[in-house]
């Protein structure tokens, strides 16, 4: 029985660390899938910063009905930009920029992505496309401020003139093409740079899921890509594709953009559902439940996902409602198989509350109020009765806000694999209660406010007590979720150094644990067998595998 | 002790006789209240499934807390309650959908009608217009139009967008419906009670889109015909004129009074 396979050009112990350029000409020029990771995820934890502080401007323009904080016109710009720099800066770059690019070569076992030189490329376009969309700041008049889904024809040359919409058509064009050569690269990394051994049904859920994610990235992103070049060039080139003067038609964008913007949300999720599943497993002491049954929910999801997308547009009264509707009640099983099977998972395990799990678990609680929250929106009688109303700002925020969480679970478990120091636990505990309660304060409040009748993408509302009541919680909910992350920064720095990880600080279960911390140039001096999708684990445990189903059927070990 | 449980067990079974609202209303036309007694229904399964995961994650997190350095049994297939727990949500979804439709039709169905309003949306307005009578109501932001509608009738809408999309919402009717330009969109309102209710633009449209606000007031037929006839003369036609130029002028300083509550009679 082999113990360990070498990698037969290297040996078992480090070899002296190749030539190279260090400091900032390594960081300009590097190739590593792990230096690129790590310029993503601080990039897009400064993107969240931002797009933070645009949200609490936000939040104390409303807390009182006819603020006097911003103008009208800045406040359209802002919320503009919060949702684009959210979505497009932060979420979508962290899911499959940030932890994926560092995180997926590792678990399959492989020594870097494999197109080096396209990764660097997509975090190069990334940094660009961000500054371009941000510069709209600095123009005479202004960021963009038709909304982040940038209807037309508001988005037109007339309606929204300045450059600040060109810069953002600009930027997102740059980073959209950062996420299709990410895609790329991950579907050919995941294909083809995986270990002897590591079948498909043994990589682990984070790699099946970024897979899935990375096929629908390659589905969904050239058709925004298309759309907004069809944008610029109506309000550039004089084409009417989307204005009724010239013959165009302007609900089409709302269908090219939801194709995209569809798909787009599972892009966002599917990513931080890896990281969950992982974690819970690891802090559980158990392998995932449902394994195979959690793979089937993700492709279904993804296939769901791209017929969904006029659940949008209900309203347009331009859609064919009962199709689009029971492709969204739908989406709602394979994910309820996703919850059932996390609390399979923990179910008569050893659950241990670190940092990353409580997070994890938030993640779970704040994810059941939106997906359920979501349920009514695929009903079109519900959705005409709360479509554009704050109810709707409260789904996707409970959304967005539990993958927020995911995002820092995944942080505190694998930022220790990537930097080799471990943050303190402590600290993160304490952020984790000021995000979660802050979550649900900020968010639950607008469910009501929304249900009350008040539209979103309003800078002054009529006077109203209970509206003004509730959007003052919900600004405190965004002061607590605003400090949850001073209290982040405050841990970076508080464990600066602090505390050397090791390769395995939570006696994790797939690759990544059982290489050093952080990893060496190209990943692995060695690797163990592959046995099943938890080798580290079956390697440490040899006496507590898997236990089989049914008839043990020969695993090779 | 004993007592205590009776009260709380009479309690909970006489609340069991009346559905909770789930912070909606019931609204102010028929289809409102269809609408409402689907959200009721969609609300109770909502509050079913996530209770019981919120108690299946309190029963792990509590029962299965880590306290030894003990390795649990490593399995990781159940298959007959992997299917239960895929084909069980299969059949509520199939029931959310089929309740979804009953609704659905009933509200998108366009019935024969009397009475006929042209709405037309605008950068940051709207114009009510009456066809085959000489009624037309216009108003932007602070000048507030109010579309008079009849009590107890079907009332179709014809909207229509000028310029970008604008979003037709009236809270007490459960409804909103995109004014899209080059689209004609048709829908029927058949209100139940009189009295005046708020309505705004929902879809983002603009500098003064937080403005876009306009009334519908529910009128006895009665009084309706008496509006209406309001309207006939070149005296009445030369003031609406009037009044529509004077709308046109761009409004500088906002300063939003309007209560957001309907004043309906239920």
């Not at chain 1, 113990?3 to 590593?32: C, I, S």
């Not at chain 1, 995986?194 to 984070?206: D, Q």
């Not at chain 1, 003052?472 to 600066?496: C, E, K, P, Q, R």
């Not at chain 2, 009849?150 to 970008?164: E, K």
Request: hydrophobic fraction near 50%.
């Amino acid at each position: 029985m082999v113990d360990v396979l070498e990698r037969p050009a290297l040996r078992a112990e480090p070899p002296p660390e190749a030539h190279g350029p260090t400091g900032l000409l390594k960081w300009l020029t590097t190739t590593d899938h792990k230096v690129i990771g790590l310029s993503y995820t601080v990039t897009a934890v400064i993107m969240m910063v931002i797009g933070g502080a645009f949200a609490e401007i936000i939040r104390a323009q409303l807390a009182s009905p006819n603020g006097t904080l911003v103008s009208l016109a800045q406040f359209n710009e802002l919320f503009t930009m919060h949702g684009s720099v959210m979505i497009y800066l932060f979420a979508g770059p962290f899911a499959f920029g940030a932890l994926a690019n560092i995180i997926v070569p590792i678990q399959i076992g492989a020594p870097d992505m494999a197109f080096p030189r396209l990764n660097a490329l997509s975090y190069w376009l990334y940094l660009t496309g961000s500054i371009t969309m941000l510069s709209g700041f600095f123009t005479a008049g202004g960021a963009a401020s038709f909304g982040w889904v940038g209807y037309a024809p508001l988005s037109n040359s007339l309606n929204t003139p300045g450059a600040g919409a060109d810069l953002w058509i600009g930027g997102l064009l740059l980073t959209g093409f950062s996420a299709i050569f990410t895609g790329v690269n991950l579907v050919a990394t995941i294909f083809y740079l995986r270990a002897p051994g590591m079948t498909m049904f043994r990589m682990p859920i984070f790699t099946w899921n970024l897979l899935v994610t990375a096929i629908l990235i390659l589905l969904a992103f050239p058709v925004l890509t298309a759309g907004l070049i069809m944008l610029y060039a109506d309000r550039h080139f004089g084409t009417h594709i989307f204005s009724v003067a010239g013959g165009g038609v302007p609900v089409l964008w709302q269908h090219i953009f939801w194709f995209w913007g569809h798909p787009e949300v599972y892009i966002l999720a599917l990513p931080f559902f890896g990281m969950v599943t992982e974690i819970i497993a690891v802090f559980s002491r158990k392998p995932v439940f449902g394994y195979k049954g959690m793979v089937f929910a993700t492709i279904s999801i993804a296939a769901l996902s791209l017929g969904v997308w006029a659940h949008h547009m209900f309203t347009t009264g331009v859609v064919l409602l009962p199709f689009f509707s029971m492709m969204s009640l739908l989406i709602a099983v394979p994910t309820g198989i996703k919850i059932f099977n996390w609390i399979g998972t923990m179910w008569r395990g050893e659950v241990w509350f670190s940092a990353a799990m409580l997070m994890a678990l938030g993640f779970l609680v704040t994810f059941l109020i939106g997906g359920l929250s979501g349920v009514y929106l695929a009903s079109p009688p519900l959705d005409f009765f709360t479509h554009d109303t704050y109810f709707v700002v409260a789904h996707f925020h409970s959304v967005v806000m539990a993958l927020v969480m995911a995002g820092m679970a995944g942080l505190y478990y694998w930022g220790p694999k990537f930097t080799g120091y471990l943050l303190n636990e402590t600290i993160g505990k304490v952020q984790f209660w000021f995000l979660f309660v802050g979550t649900q304060v900020f968010t639950l409040p607008l469910y009501l406010v929304g249900l009350r009748g008040m539209p979103r993408r309003v800078a002054i509302y009529p006077h109203d007590p209970q509206w003004k009541f509730l959007n003052d919680l919900s600004s405190v909910g965004a002061v607590l979720i605003g400090i949850s992350t001073l209290v982040f920064v405050a841990n970076l720095v508080y464990s600066w150094k602090r505390y050397p990880a090791g390769p395995n600080p939570w006696d994790g279960q797939t690759l990544e644990w059982f290489t050093t911390s952080p990893p060496p140039h190209h990943n692995f001096y060695r690797l163990p067998p592959i046995r099943s999708e938890r080798p580290t684990w079956d390697y440490n445990h040899p006496e507590h595998r898997t236990v089989p189903h049914g008839p043990r059927n020969g695993d090779g070990a | 002790m004993r007592a205590a449980l009776g009260v709380l067990g009479a309690g909970l079974i006489l609340s069991g006789c009346t559905v909770p609202s789930f912070g909606a209303s019931p609204g102010d036309t028929t289809s409102s209240r269809s609408v409402f007694h689907l959200w009721q229904g969609f609300s109770l399964g909502a509050a079913l499934i996530g209770g019981l995961v919120v108690v299946l994650v309190l029963w792990a997190v509590v029962r299965y807390r880590r306290r030894s350095e003990r390795i649990p049994e490593q399995h990781q297939y159940h298959i007959p309650l992997e299917l239960t727990y895929t084909i069980v949500p299969i059949l509520i979804v199939l029931g959310l959908f089929a309740a979804t439709m009953v609704v659905e039709n009933k509200e998108v169905a366009n019935p024969r009608t009397n009475v006929t309003i042209d709405v037309n949306a605008f950068q940051w307005g709207w114009k009510f217009t009456y066809p085959g009578t000489s009624a037309v109501v216009v108003g932007q932001t602070t000048q507030t139009p109010t579309m008079v509608m009849p009590v107890n009738t079907n009332v179709h809408i014809n909207l229509t967008s000028s310029d970008v999309v604008h979003g037709f919402y009236v809270k007490a009717f459960n409804f909103s419906r995109y004014a899209l330009p080059g689209v004609l969109n048709q829908f029927t309102l058949h209100a139940v009670a009189t009295g005046t209710f708020f309505g705004q633009c929902t879809q983002l449209c603009g500098l003064y889109h937080s403005l876009m606000w306009f009334d519908v007031k529910v009128v006895t037929p009665a009084q309706y015909q008496a509006w209406l006839t309001a309207f006939h003369g070149p005296a009445a036609a030369a003031t609406a004129a009037a009044a529509a130029a004077a709308v046109r002028q761009q409004t500088s300083s906002i300063t939003p009074t309007k209560p957001a509550t309907s004043t309906g009679t239920r």
